[in-house]
């Protein structure tokens, strides 16, 4: 019983291990049908977020499915509802890449406002963000999960720095300005999938450390 | 034990629902500030949305103890997963309503651009809808729940609505973009909470119906 309860909690692992790297892959394509503007990588990024979504309600099927029949203890079952918890912020990443790939179709259908380097610069950070908050759960590594928490101030302040250039080419030429809003918003995308991502360096905190980070680090 | 636990189980519902009625009154505060240009109820939004962070640590926290305590089966067991995912959604709610504030601030710095219509009423619209998700949770009805999926379509209309309204405001005059911006993204924070309270509405019919509607209504 133990035996089987610690295989299919590995399998388990393994399959958010997957849904991580489907995310963190959308974010990639997403930012890479931006920046190279193609409009076919961006309509696939939408049409394949299905595959995550389906994956969400997967596993959270079997997260209760290991709850009801081997009713686990203690770090076990923290470790269950902690998965639980990252499926979610897994999902809503995929849904932010489906958000910067719609703004990416609305940008294509005009001439490009101006070369991209923060935002692709932010993509990569919530990317490695995202990457190493899930190596921290698989790892129970509080430092690394710590460190990433910090790492989200990289990425607001990336985000600022695009808000308030964009609103300079608004200002200067009314052309501009339905690109400058797509891309601000872009901007925001990506802060949120950094937000997601220290969330689950926040959730990992705790569930090796035992008491939370969350909420307070900000105030740092 | 089982009648404790039956206790325990309630006195966390009603925990569960003091914490939406604390996410409800922050959007509706968020909101009165922005219309009636009140700094100090702004800044308040901010400062009490604390409370509402530290009340989803607490409800997860007692989740997880009525978990380990009980090792409740089926319905009972997916009923407390389904509230460890509430807490989540509700916190971010707050966090919705803590940026509205925060773009609050920012507007109140220059005069009213227009008079505000739409984004009150997205505001209601996104408040009544959580309201109602948490009424279809504690009642269980699956129907109230598949209602409030289709409401989100409105609130996706309006803040379309808000959207093109907006860009004709900054093309004629780029002396309101700011604020222009500043009312587009806080259109996008209303859209989120309605999202979250559809998310909810989702969760809820798939515990009472035992299959999802979610990813599925959209193509409706």
Same mark, same amino acid.
């Given at each position: 019983m133990e035996r089987r309860f610690d295989e299919e909690l590995k399998h388990l692992k393994e399959r958010l291990v997957g849904m991580a790297g489907m995310a963190e892959q959308s974010i990639g394509r997403a930012i890479k049908a931006l920046v190279d503007r193609q409009a076919a990588l961006a309509q696939a990024v939408i049409q394949d977020d299905v595959a995550i979504n389906q994956l969400e309600v997967e596993i959270e099927d079997t997260c209760l499915g290991l709850l009801a029949r081997y009713? #686990?203890?203690a770090k076990d079952l923290r470790f269950i509802a902690m998965i639980f918890k990252i499926v979610n912020d897994l999902e809503r990443v995929g849904d932010q890449a489906v958000n910067v790939s719609e703004r990416t179709l609305d940008l294509l259908?005009? #001439?490009?406002l101006k070369p991209l380097i923060d935002i692709p610069k932010m993509a990569v950070l919530a990317q490695q963000m995202l990457k190493d908050a899930l190596d921290a759960f698989v790892n129970q590594d509080a430092e690394l999960a710590r460190a990433i928490c910090r790492r989200d101030d990289e990425v607001d302040h990336l985000n600022d720095q695009v808000y308030h250039e964009l609103l300079v080419y608004m200002t200067q030429d009314p052309k501009t300005i339905t690109r400058a809003v797509d891309l601000i918003l872009i901007g925001r995308h990506l802060e949120r999938i950094a937000d997601h991502a220290t969330n689950i360096a926040e959730d990992v905190y705790y569930l090796v450390r035992g008491h939370t980070i969350k909420h307070r680090l900000a105030g740092e």
């Amino acid at each position: 019983m133990e035996r089987r309860f610690d295989e299919e909690l590995k399998h388990l692992k393994e399959r958010l291990v997957g849904m991580a790297g489907m995310a963190e892959q959308s974010i990639g394509r997403a930012i890479k049908a931006l920046v190279d503007r193609q409009a076919a990588l961006a309509q696939a990024v939408i049409q394949d977020d299905v595959a995550i979504n389906q994956l969400e309600v997967e596993i959270e099927d079997t997260c209760l499915g290991l709850l009801a029949r081997y009713q #686990p203890e203690a770090k076990d079952l923290r470790f269950i509802a902690m998965i639980f918890k990252i499926v979610n912020d897994l999902e809503r990443v995929g849904d932010q890449a489906v958000n910067v790939s719609e703004r990416t179709l609305d940008l294509l259908k005009e #001439p490009l406002l101006k070369p991209l380097i923060d935002i692709p610069k932010m993509a990569v950070l919530a990317q490695q963000m995202l990457k190493d908050a899930l190596d921290a759960f698989v790892n129970q590594d509080a430092e690394l999960a710590r460190a990433i928490c910090r790492r989200d101030d990289e990425v607001d302040h990336l985000n600022d720095q695009v808000y308030h250039e964009l609103l300079v080419y608004m200002t200067q030429d009314p052309k501009t300005i339905t690109r400058a809003v797509d891309l601000i918003l872009i901007g925001r995308h990506l802060e949120r999938i950094a937000d997601h991502a220290t969330n689950i360096a926040e959730d990992v905190y705790y569930l090796v450390r035992g008491h939370t980070i969350k909420h307070r680090l900000a105030g740092e």
